[in-house]
Structure formats: C-alpha cells, structure tokens
C-alpha cells in the first residue's frame, strides 16, 4: 500500500515538475509545480512526517498562487495562445540536468547511508515544538526577524509611491538592440505619471 | 431512463430569463423579479429566455443579436412591450409576459449572426494558427493585448479594450462605454451611447435603492440596508446618496461627465458610482452634446 | 501514515463525478458569436488573457512573508499547554515582531488598490 | 474508517439538498423543498458552453476540484467517538490546505474561460481570500491550544467540559468569515457576485453551472461540519447520539452562514482588504491571546 | 519505498529544477526551477530524516527553515521584478546584463 503511493506520488511529482517547463500557459506551469510539491507532501507524511508533509502542501499552495499572479503579470504571452520557445543555452541545461541527477543518483546508490528509523508511536510534531520552544528558540525568533526583513524590503522594493514620491523618476527603459531606442514606455512619459486614485 | 426521469423534474424549474431592459423598461422588470415560475439571471449563459423589455432603437440591434446567440440553444425570445428588431421569438402588448415566456422556453430560435470568428486566423502564422511570434497575429480570432501607460502605479503592463454594454446588468441598461481597463481599474472611458429614458418610474428612491444594493449583494429591507452604508468610504458621494434614496428622498446631485469621473475607479468602485445618479441625470449627463 | 489514502480516493471519486456530470448535457457545436465573451452586447478587441494588472501585488508579498509564521505557529499549539508562559512570551514576541511588518506595510498603503 | 466515508458520500447529497433550501428560504419565491431539485435537473439538461479559446482541461476541472476539496475538507470531520473518515493525526492542518487550495481553484475556474468578467473576479477573489484564510488559522490554532493536539478527533475531546465557543467566543465569527469565503457568499462573494454578472460563473452553463453550484453548497456542508466540530463541541452531547448532534450543530451553522451572507453588505475590495489586514486580523490576534492566557494552569 | 528510491526520486527533481533555473530566459521562469530544486532538498531532507536519522527533531525545522528561504526568496524575488520592470520594462535575465547605462 505504502509502496503504491510512493510509486503514484512520485511519478506524479517528477511528471508535474518536468511539465512545468513544458507547457505555454503561465498559469498551468504555477500550478504544475503546485502538484509537485502537493506530491512531495504527501510522500513526507507516508515518511511520517504528517505535519511537514500536510503543512508543504498548503504552504505551497499559497505561494504558487502568488507565484500565478506574478508570472501571468510579468511574462509575454502569459496563457500561451501562441506557441513559444522561451529558452536558451538549452543544450548546455539539458547536460547539467542530467549530470546533476546522475551524479547524485551514483552518490546516493554508492554511499553508505546510516540506518536509523523514525520510532514507531513518536509524537514528531510534539518534538518539532519542544525543539522550537527550548534549543532552537534563537532560529525562531531570528526567523521572525528575518520574516520581517523581508516584509519590509519586498513593500519597499516593490511599492509606487514612497514617502520620497515616485520610484521611477527620471528611469528609462532599455532599448531592445543595444544603443536602440527606449523600449515600451516613452522616456517623455518616464517622470510624469499621474498619482490619481486616492 | 435517468434522462427521462430528469426531464420530468425540470419541467418543474423555474424559467431563468436574461431581461434586456429598453426604454420604460426598468419599473417592470423590477416588478418581474419576485414572480414564480421565472428567475431573473444575470447572465445569458445561465439562461433558457431572452426577455426584451421596452423599445430598443435600432443602432443596439447588433449588440442584440450577439446577446441572442450567447444564450445556450435550445432559447427562445419575447419581446414584451418592445418592436421586434429581428424575426425572432413572439411580442406581447399586455402587462404580463409571464405566458409569453412559458411558451418562450419551449422554442428553439436558430442563430441570428453569422458563424465567422471575430478575425481570420487559421493557417495564418508558422503554427497554423494566427500567430507570429509570441505576441503577433490574431490567435483564435482575436490579438493580444498591448502594453499602454497606466495612470496609477506606473506599471505599464497590458491594456484591455472593450466596448462594455448597453445590455450589462451592472450598467444602466443602454448605456454603452468604450472603456479600457488595466486589471480591474478604469483607466480610460468614452461614452458611446446614454442610457435609455426610464421616465419618472426609473427615478424611484427605492427602485434605485434596490437596484444599488443589489449590486453589493443584499436585497433591500430597511434594517440590513442602514447597515449598508457602512460599507461605502465615509463622507463619499455613493454613500450620500444611497443614505438618501433610504431615507426615501430624490437624489439631486448630478453627475460630472463620465470620461472625468470613471478614470482611476476600481471596477466596483465604477460601478457602484454609475448606480449612486438617478437614471434621468445618468442620461442627461452622458448626452449634453446631442443635446446642444 | 497511509492516513491520506482516503482523501486521496476522496479526490479521485469527485473528479470522476464532475467529469461525468459534465458530459451529460447535450452537445452542440458553438457557433463564434456564441463563443464570444459577454458584455452585454459589447465585443472586446483583444483575448481577455493579459498580463493582467493585478493591484494588490504588494500585499501578495507581505502576504507571503507574514504567512510563513503558520509553520511555526502548529508546532508551538501543541506544546503550547506543556510549556507555560514562556511558549506565551515567546510567540508574542514573534507576532510582535511580523505586525511591525503589517503596520509599516498599512502606512505605505499596500492595502489600498495600486 | 471505510464505513466513515460511505456515511459521509451519502449523507452529502441531501445536505446540499438543504444547503439550496436553506439559500431559498426568504428569497420569495415559492417551492422551497422541490425547487433546487427542479432547477437543478433543468440546469443539467442545457448544454455546456464553449468560449473563444478556454483553458479547456481546467475548466473541466474546476468544479470538481472544488468539489474534491469539500469532500476532503469534510473527511477530518469526526462523526462520531472514533468514527472518522480520514484518520490523519494533522486534521487541522489538512483542513487549512483545503481552504489554500480553494484559492486556487476558483482562481483556475475565473481565469480558465479566458473572459473579462470571471479574470476581473478571480483576481479580486484571491485578493480577498488569501487574507481571509489567515483569520481562520488563527482562530483554528486557537482551538488547537486547549486539545494539545492537531488532530480533530483531540480536538473534539478538549471540549468534553467546555466548548471553544465558550473559551473563544471570538473564534467562531472569525471562522465564519472564512466561511462565507471560502462558499464564495454575503459579503466576501468577491468572486462571483453581481456587479461581475456572475463573475467566475458567467460564462458556465449546463452541467458545468450546476456542479459548481453542487461544489459550492458541499463546502458550505464541509465548512459548516467543521466550524460546528472545532467550536461547538462536533459529536459531543446528551440524550441523541453523537452523530445527530453533529448533524444539528452543522444544520445550524449553515443556517447561521446564509443568514449571514444574506445580512452584511459587499464592500468595494480595497476597503474590505484593508478591513480584514487591520481590523479582523489584530481581532484573531486577540483571540487567540484570549484562549492562550485561559488554558494556561 | 526505500531511503534510496527517495533519494532518486528527490535527484530527478533537482535535476528537472536545475535545467529549469539554467535553460529559462525569463526571470519568474528561473525562480520556478529554483523551487524545484528546492523541492527535490525538501523530500531528500525528509528521506534522511525518516530513514537515517530516527526522527530527530531537527530535521523537521531544517525542513521548516528551507520553506521559511523560499518564501522569503519569492518575497524578495517578485519585489525585485516589480522594481526592475517599473525602472527598465523588462523581466529577462538576458536584458538585465545589458543594461549598463
């Protein structure tokens, strides 16, 4: 039974992960990599991790769909209603892939790895929080802090309209051939948005 | 066996029915809304009758037709109180259409616009399907959209183009925008056509009180909707004048041109703008130069 | 461990459902204008499938980061009780800490439409 | 554990059933028994609608994705001492994945018939629904505190002396809210409410229509299941056995979310965002706050 | 289900994630092989955990802690995109070199 799963959920992982770079739509391609890690879960609580396992899985959740936002904002073409090709130095990927996998592969089978079970009947996620509230409170709190870093770069990098006006005075866009014309926008345009709304 | 056992329990179901209001229409819609045997949908996808109420002039036939093949086949028409702008369907002259739309929902009205996609797009690109490069051509009939300016965040990010209405629910019934959107945010709009004369009807607070609150989701009894206000930005114009048309008074306020005033508006926020004027001033509004 | 073989069968069996439901209704081939998409008459220029303009994009990454705390919040709900007010204390601090976040995020307006 | 699920699969139909009666009561239309019924067959007799160029597979998908995770969601739901489908010792956290993987199923359902209409809801969906989904960790971690415990089944047993309404009473309008979400109704119907004609549903038809309507009320059933187990009490109860209270409890939850849906108003979303970042979420705060300080010896 | 076969399977998505994170132009596209790989860490973590070293609790928080970087490297990530496109309307790795004026 055990056996099954991990054969069903770890083809469903790979195939989702490898489908990722496959398909055109943006969306799709999120949410390929949303099953993957859905699959990952799952094969951690057959691992008997039911806590790390379940909580993969509505972690991830959450952050492909952000994810989806962020690539149908950002990519041209982002449902793939034409067919594209967005990749490059392909040949030279496709090697690393594979020798990344078969190296690992041959680390794994060659080396001799400790056996030591989980013990049947422990409580793991009683552990997991003995573990963050006695020897690892520091990693915790530092977390917090570093939780809270990153709130404030991302809103700082990210929002318009600082306290000091617009991000993107005086900002050109690259041109599309070097020394070209700005690309998109019109550089008369760059600095004089209009702030409405509020 | 389980299809015929279906079919004789939807012979039961209410009728749901897509109202395009015209002219003098929008007192008896409102008024069909709370009869049995038919429901009101909000969406010609969800519905079986295409109920036309109220003249619409002839420059809307096309945007009418369209709306007659979006509902699913079999469908059928009425034309209640309203000239008939193609051979489709049966008139009634009378205060009731209910007979004409039980009998509506047995007909089967063949498609009144051509079957051609909206550009020629098959064998067009490398594909064999309308596309050159990744952005290029028109992939199943349509382009894609561009990149334009946007006046709130500074992300020039794709622009949606659309001519919006005259028969959107949320809209006043004929009024018809060109409007471009970058997500859910108004960014440009121009007036096409006004909304259709309602008469002193349509100018009714609690018509145009139930009409708001439908909009944001409640039907209209006076206790829940005291509550509503709370929901509107204090000290804005919809909220005024929803407060208004509960406490059952007119509203006077009239509203500023549309290309000023929905720029900028979330779509909810534009929405809800549009149902806050008395649809006479709407009109008014939107046609002061045929006017002069 | 094999405790989520049943939702997995769960899921199956509802898929299964819908797939089926969905081929009851009888098929005809839609004509464009009935594929069209609704607005109320109106036609669209381009496909609605854009880089859309989401406005609250800055919220999504506080979002993100506010968010992880769950993981360590179910952990520390099981000891919690063994612990004492220290497990208390400590969480405090932690959401102390991630509301900083939120309040600087509400003052430079993430919450509003872009 | 199998016996669970087979109890679960045919006690859902029927709560659906009254899920659609409860929606009809006081909307003014007659046939309130047979009505669902009746629409709903008529529904599933019209055909499916096709747009320009959908994502088809997902479209397809969607509702019973969406169905999928009611049933999961419903399956950590103890029905009765030692009788529950999913014998998970993460319950709780399972429930949560449903609820984040709800997003993304009516993102998926907006986004996939390639419209304006469902695009505008579904984003504005996830807006709303992301931060909404915080409020009920919040409260259901609260309801974890007291059972020491992930699991449900503790859960439910936690509450032999007291109910969480009762240590938090804050807990279960918080997790209504979630609620109303997460069934996309009332006022955090963002999704497919009228000012969108219909939003992620405009452009369905036919049967697709019928079971997201089917999916929508079997989550209602499964979040009222839920709300009735973590804070009033699940199985727990005099005189009846075990499963007619959980019976009675989620038939009054349910009622309690109609109502509820039906009474608040939908705000524009920029309000409602800012509402639930700054006025619901320090109150989930307070509430869990409350709970940690009443548990503590 | 073995340490091994874990370990494969976990191999194979490293391998997938690091053609992704090489082969893609775009730079949302990069981040999704990142994931991926990230991925394939979390399942070789939880197989080591599991299997090799009796469920110590630390490996759980190690796990915890890679999801607590990929949340905050998606924060971070997506931040700089929407910079970086607000200033220069692009989001290709490739663009971003060029751009040296």
């Not at chain 4, 915080?134 to 415990?149: K, T």
């Not at chain 4, 639930?276 to 940690?292: D, Q, R, T, Y």
Request: net charge neutral.
């Amino acid at each position: 039974m055990t056996d099954a799963l991990f054969l069903a959920l770890s083809t469903l992982a790979i195939w989702s992960g490898w489908r990722v770079f496959r398909v055109d739509s943006m969306v799709r391609a999120s949410f390929q990599l949303m099953v993957s890690f859905i699959a990952v879960g799952l094969i951690a609580v057959l691992l008997a991790a039911p806590y790390i396992g379940i909580a993969t899985i509505f972690m991830m959740a959450v952050e492909m769909m952000v994810m989806a936002l962020f690539m149908v904002m950002f990519m041209m073409n982002p449902a793939g209603l034409n067919p594209m090709v967005m990749v490059h130095q392909h040949r030279f990927s496709i090697a690393a892939g594979i020798i990344a996998f078969a190296g690992l592969t041959a680390a794994v089978l060659l080396s001799d790895l400790p056996v030591q079970r989980v013990p049947e009947g422990v409580d793991v996620v009683r552990n997991l929080g003995h573990e963050l509230l006695g020897p690892s409170m520091l990693i915790f709190e530092t977390a917090g802090v570093t939780l809270l870093a990153t709130m404030i770069g991302a809103v700082v990098l990210s929002a318009h309209s600082g306290r000091y006006g617009a991000s993107d005075t005086g900002s050109l866009p690259p041109g599309l051939t070097p020394g070209g014309e700005p690309a998109g926008r019109k550089p008369e345009n760059g600095g004089h948005h209009h702030h409405g709304g509020h | 066996m389980a299809m015929n056992w279906l079919s004789a329990l939807a012979r039961g179901a209410e009728i749901p029915v897509f109202a395009v209001v015209g002219a003098q229409g929008l007192a008896p819609v409102e008024g069909l809304r709370h009869r049995p045997g038919l429901r009101l949908v909000d969406s010609p996808r969800h519905a079986r009758v295409l109920l036309v109420a109220g003249a619409v002039d002839g420059a809307h036939k096309t945007a009418l037709e369209r709306l007659h093949a979006q509902i699913p086949t079999p469908r059928g028409t009425v034309w209640w109180q309203a000239a008939p702008l193609f051979a489709r369907g049966q008139g009634v002259a009378g205060d009731d259409p209910l007979p004409a739309i039980r009998a509506a929902a047995g007909a089967d009205d063949p498609d009144q616009r051509p079957d051609v996609p909206p550009h020629p797009w098959q064998g067009m690109g490398p594909h064999g399907q309308g596309g050159r490069g990744m952005m290029g051509g028109n992939p199943y009939g349509r382009p894609m959209a561009m990149t334009a300016d946007d006046i709130r965040d500074g992300l020039a990010l794709d622009v949606y183009n659309a001519r919006f209405g005259p028969f959107l629910p949320m809209l006043p019934p004929g009024l018809v925008l060109d409007l471009t959107l970058q997500g859910d945010v108004i960014v440009s709009v121009s007036v096409v056509s006004p909304p259709f004369e309602q008469g002193m009807q349509g100018d009714a607070p609690d018509l145009c009180a139930a009409r708001m609150l439908r909009l944001m989701g409640i039907a209209p009894r006076a206790a829940r909707a005291r509550g509503a206000l709370l929901a509107l930005p204090k000290g804005s114009g919809t909220r005024r004048r929803l407060a208004a048309w509960l406490r059952g008074q007119t509203v006077t306020e009239r509203p500023s041109p549309l290309p000023e005033a929905l720029p900028g508006l979330e779509w909810a926020e534009a929405v809800l703008w549009l149902a806050s004027f008395l649809p006479s001033h709407l009109r008014a509004a939107c046609m002061p130069r045929q006017a002069a | 461990m094999t405790g989520i073989a049943m939702p997995l069968i769960l899921v199956l069996l509802a898929i299964a459902f819908a797939v089926a439901m969905q081929r009851i209704g009888a098929r005809t081939d839609a004509t464009w204008p009935q594929r069209a998409p609704f607005l109320g008459g109106g036609l669209p220029e381009t496909h609605a499938w854009q880089r859309f303009h989401v406005r609250y994009y800055p919220m999504t990454l506080l979002f993100i980061a506010f968010e992880m705390e769950m993981m360590f919040m179910y952990p520390w709900a099981v000891v919690y009780v063994e612990t004492g007010p220290v497990a208390l204390a400590e969480m405090g601090m932690f959401l102390g800490i991630l509301s900083v976040g939120i309040l600087y995020g509400w003052r430079e307006g993430v919450f509003r439409w872009q | 554990m199998i016996a669970a699920t087979l109890i679960l699969l045919l006690a859902l139909p029927p709560l659906v059933w009254v899920a659609a009666m409860f929606d009809r009561i006081g909307a003014g239309r007659g046939t309130v028994v047979m009505g669902p019924l009746q629409n709903g067959a008529a529904l599933v007799l019209r055909p499916n609608t096709e747009t320009e160029a959908p994502d088809r597979l997902n479209r397809l998908l969607a509702p019973g994705w969406y169905l999928a995770l009611a049933l999961v969601g419903l399956s950590v739901v103890p029905l009765a001492e030692d009788v529950v489908a999913s014998e998970i010792s993460t319950g709780l956290v399972l429930w949560g994945a449903c609820e984040a993987l709800t997003v993304v199923v009516v993102f998926l359902h907006g986004w996939s018939p390639n419209a304006p209409l469902p695009l505008i809801g579904a984003y504005r969906y996830v807006a709303i629904a992301l931060p909404a989904m915080l409020l009920s960790m919040f409260v259901l971690i609260g309801a974890a505190l007291p059972a020491q415990s992930l699991s449900v089944v503790e859960v439910v047993e936690a509450q032999r002396e007291i109910w969480n309404v009762i240590r938090q009473p804050l807990g279960l309008p918080l997790f209504m809210a979630l609620g109303l979400a997460i069934t996309l109704r009332g006022p955090f119907d963002y999704a497919d409410g009228a000012e969108l004609a219909g939003g992620t549903s405009a452009e369905e038809s036919g049967p697709a229509l019928a079971l997201w309507h089917f999916a929508r009320a079997a989550m209602l059933v499964a979040f009222s299941a839920m709300a009735a187990t973590a804070f009033l009490g699940g199985y727990l109860g005099p005189v009846l056995p075990g499963p007619a209270w959980l019976l009675l409890k989620t038939l009054a939850v349910m009622a309690a979310t109609v109502a509820a849906g039906r009474f608040f108003v939908r705000m524009p979303p920029a309000r409602m965002l800012t509402f639930l970042w700054v006025v619901l979420l320090p109150l989930s705060f307070a509430s869990l706050a409350l709970v940690g300080v009443e548990v503590l010896p | 289900m073995t340490l091994v076969s874990v370990l494969i399977v976990a191999a194979a998505l490293i391998g997938i994630g690091l053609y992704g994170a090489l082969s893609q132009q775009s730079f949302v596209m990069l981040m999704m092989g990142l994931e991926l790989m990230l991925n394939g860490a979390i399942l070789a973590m939880m197989g080591f955990w599991s299997f090799s070293l009796g469920g110590a609790p630390e490996g759980q928080l190690l796990a915890i802690i890679v999801m607590a970087v990929m949340a905050v490297e998606m924060a971070v990530g997506f931040a700089l995109v929407v910079a970086v496109y607000r200033k220069r309307q692009a989001d290709m790795t490739e663009s971003l070199t060029t751009m040296k004026h």
